[in-house]
């Protein structure tokens, strides 16, 4: 016992400084809409105001709650996500030993921690862990679901409580909670018909579906009330299950369902390098042996029985939702995060079992004929969000949005594990993995620093308003701006970073009406409007700080270069930049118009086709004199055109051809606008064997029509 448990303290430890340790320099939320749904649901618990519900569930969020009732400063709320999520990986990993150990009792605990090796390295839940995401607690209360399946006796129907809890707790956290509900009642089903005790499985339905329904009606739709103001419009993305069930009944979403199924199923045999196929067929021939009728070698069926059905009906459910609306990014097609915490037990299970040949090449085989069926035959097409796919490692290591190559090189690799020695092939899974985890960090990284990282309005707000209300105005976006834009996000972001003010999402006229802090807006003659001050503008989106009273009285943020978030402040910043009339944008921002790009840690890349590689963003300038700025990379520029339009492209005001070999700053241009325009324009062509990176350009208003600079007269 002594010495098991020195194992297991010894594993906590390793597991937590890994995982906290790969994700310790992550500052804030980076999926706006995901991460800071799950944050508002946490401070929403532990007491906070909060303008907005979401369809995400409030599970993973109980245990975030108490840090936003604990603490007031949003960098330490963040610092304790991280350290609660690296803990619960450390607990995840801590019971899935356990449970190998029930599984295989003759199996020494070195060799179980050899097995662990590989799972523990897995990358998704590595890069999972940096994230506000839901499926570190899923991986955790799944495990523990597991587990408590051998703390049941058939004969004992009070024993199934803990473990229907635990199902129940799945659905709390997840909509994909009712899959592994499902699959627990058909496994617990299982054990009743083997044991001939049919209470335990009344018990089990009563109590694991009774929270569900408990959640529904009760917890879902208090947290809603709680969290919409009254008169607000609550978005809620979540397709209902009967709308969800309800697509089967169409015969022209079946071949989307199945389709989707099936790259859901290449994703977990590429992700384990086949193993997962391995488990699975060990699993199917012991139950096809009938099992055992009683004991430990019961339970054992049993939970064999619920690790495979959980993957089963996760992929089926995840399959027939996303086929209610056509698949829109590559991503969709092999859908893999929701599958991720399920595919552990069964990933460590099939390295347990024999490495057999002929399973592993059929699967191999099929796995790279279905790279071409969607592609081909599904019109499998689009961008590609990473940390969906983040346990894909060929899509990690080649970095490009060919789905064909993708699944190729996994079924390639599949092949590779049937034939070499078991330890290099361990070996080189685990040097695989460590390498996708890298790609995804610094994923996470690009999105982080060029979409999602806070400016210096934080420092403003927080210096100057100790507590009291801020107001985020989202009816002054441009009307074509996309719902995931950087500038349409900014109101996600700071509800975060102002958990602790009454941050709400109003017009001027209700922030003029009911709030004495400040308002932030798109809208450049609010200020006038209002008779406020304008006192800062991010640099990267426009977004405008207004104040009311006099903008002396303020303290202003330290000048900072060279990041992402700055902001122009009032009086030691270009007048141009608080009159709306600069323009900035990261290579994330240009992401959201291009024709011929995709997005890398490095920048907006050309991907070797002709177009646009940038064009928009269709604003409204003054005339007068501009200088643009654009930074980057061009290792080759033979067709490379830069150039500044309006009138739909019919007014050419600048044209600049880029040269080869440039890096940083790739070239600084002057010119000037005769008269107002309405729909600027800033585009970059590149031809075929162009290589060329943008990371972000920068437009001054220098001069008005009388050469004097903006706002002086």
Request: some cysteine.
């Given at each position: 016992m002594r010495n098991s448990l020195r194992w297991m303290s010894g594993m906590i430890a390793v597991v937590f400084l890994l995982?906290?340790?790969?994700?310790?320099?992550?500052?804030?939320?980076?999926?706006?809409?995901d991460e800071v749904g799950y944050l508002n649901n946490a401070a929403f618990l532990g007491g906070r105001f909060v303008d907005g519900a979401s369809s995400y569930h409030a599970g993973y969020?109980?245990?975030?709650?108490?840090?936003?009732?604990?603490?007031?400063?949003?960098?330490?709320?963040?610092?304790?996500?991280?350290?609660?999520?690296?803990?619960m990986w450390a607990a995840t990993f801590c019971v899935l030993f356990r449970v190998l150990a029930r599984i295989f009792p003759s199996a020494p605990n070195s060799s179980l921690l050899v097995i662990l090796i590989p799972v523990v390295c897995y990358p998704a839940n590595l890069v999972i862990s940096g994230y506000a995401f839901s499926q570190t607690a899923v991986a955790l209360v799944y495990l523990l679901a597991i587990g408590s399946i051998f703390l049941v006796d058939a004969r004992r129907a009070i024993s199934i409580v803990a473990h229907a809890l635990c199902i129940g707790l799945l659905f709390w956290i997840h909509p994909t909670g009712i899959a592994t509900t499902v699959a627990s009642v058909v496994a617990i089903a299982f054990m009743a018909y083997m044991s001939g005790h049919y209470k335990v499985l009344f018990v089990h339905v009563v109590v694991a579906f009774g929270l569900v329904a408990l959640y529904k009606i009760g917890i879902d739709p208090w947290r809603v009330q709680g969290m919409t103001p009254p008169g607000a419009t609550t978005h809620l993305h979540y397709p209902s299950i009967g709308k969800v069930l309800l697509g089967l009944l169409n015969p022209e979403a079946w071949p989307t369902v199945l389709s989707a199924a099936l790259g859901q199923l290449a994703y977990v045999l590429i992700a384990t390098f086949g193993f997962a196929l391995l488990g699975a067929f060990a699993i199917a021939k012991r139950l096809r042996n009938g099992g055992a009728v009683a004991g430990d070698e019961l339970a054992t069926s049993t939970v064999l029985a619920f690790i495979l059905l959980a993957v089963i009906g996760c992929i089926g459910l995840t399959a027939i939702t996303l086929a209610t609306g056509r698949p829109d990014r590559l991503d969709h097609w092999v859908y893999g995060r929701y599958l991720d915490p399920l595919i552990l037990p069964l990933f460590a299970v099939g390295l347990r079992c024999e490495v057999k040949r002929w399973p592993l090449a059929i699967a191999a085989v099929l796995v790279s004929l279905l790279g071409f069926w969607l592609v081909g035959g599904?019109?499998?097409?689009?961008?590609?969000?990473?940390?969906?796919?983040?346990?894909?490692?060929?899509?990690?290591?080649?970095?490009?949005?060919?789905?064909i190559a993708w699944l190729t090189?996994?079924?390639?690799?599949?092949?590779?594990?049937?034939?070499?020695?078991?330890?290099?092939?361990?070996?080189?899974?685990?040097?695989?993995?460590?390498?996708?985890?890298?790609?995804?960090?610094?994923?996470?990284?690009?999105?982080?620093?060029?979409?999602?990282?806070?400016?210096?309005?934080?420092?403003?707000?927080?210096?100057?308003?100790?507590?009291?209300?801020v107001t985020f105005d989202p009816s002054s976006l441009p009307p074509d701006t996309s719902p995931f834009s950087m500038r349409a996000e900014r109101g996600a972001l700071y509800s975060f970073y102002f958990f602790n003010y009454k941050f709400e999402k109003n017009g001027s006229d209700a922030w003029v009406n009911k709030c004495d802090g400040p308002l932030l807006t798109y809208d450049a003659e609010v200020a006038r409007k209002v008779g406020a001050t304008v006192v800062g503008v991010e640099k990267a989106t426009g977004l405008k700080v207004v104040v009311k009273g006099a903008a002396s009285q303020y303290r202003y943020p330290r000048q900072l270069t060279d990041r992402a978030g700055e902001s122009y402040w009032i009086f030691t910043s270009p007048s141009c930049a608080l009159e709306g009339t600069c323009l900035h944008a990261t290579y994330i921002e240009m992401a959201s118009r291009t024709q011929v790009g995709v997005l890398t840690p490095q920048g907006l890349t050309a991907t070797g086709k002709s177009g646009f590689l940038f064009f928009g963003p269709y604003a409204t300038m003054p005339r007068g004199t501009y200088n643009l700025v654009l930074r980057g990379n061009v290792k080759v520029a033979a067709d490379a055109v830069l150039d500044v339009v309006s009138e739909k492209g019919a007014n050419r005001l600048l044209v600049a051809e880029l040269s080869s070999g440039g890096s940083g700053e790739l070239g600084r241009w002057r010119f000037t606008i005769e008269k107002d325009v309405s729909d600027l324009e800033i585009r970059l062509y590149v031809g075929q064997s162009d290589v060329v990176t943008v990371s972000e350009y920068s437009l001054e208003h220098i001069q008005d029509q009388d050469g004097n600079p903006p706002g002086k007269e």
């Open positions: 995982f906290y340790g790969a994700n310790s320099w992550v500052s804030g939320p980076a999926y706006l809409a969020s109980m245990f975030l709650a108490p840090l936003f009732y604990f603490l007031s400063d949003p960098s330490w709320i963040w610092s304790g996500v991280l350290i609660l999520n690296a803990l599904m019109g499998a097409d689009g961008p590609v969000n990473r940390v969906n796919i983040a346990g894909l490692w060929p899509e990690a290591l080649l970095g490009n949005d060919n789905l090189i996994g079924g390639l690799a599949m092949l590779a594990v049937s034939v070499i020695p078991s330890w290099i092939a361990r070996i080189g899974i685990v040097a695989i993995y460590i390498a996708s985890a890298v790609s995804q960090l610094d994923w996470h990284k690009s999105v982080l620093e060029g979409h999602s990282n806070p400016s210096e309005v934080v420092e403003f707000v927080r210096e100057n308003f100790e507590d009291g209300c």
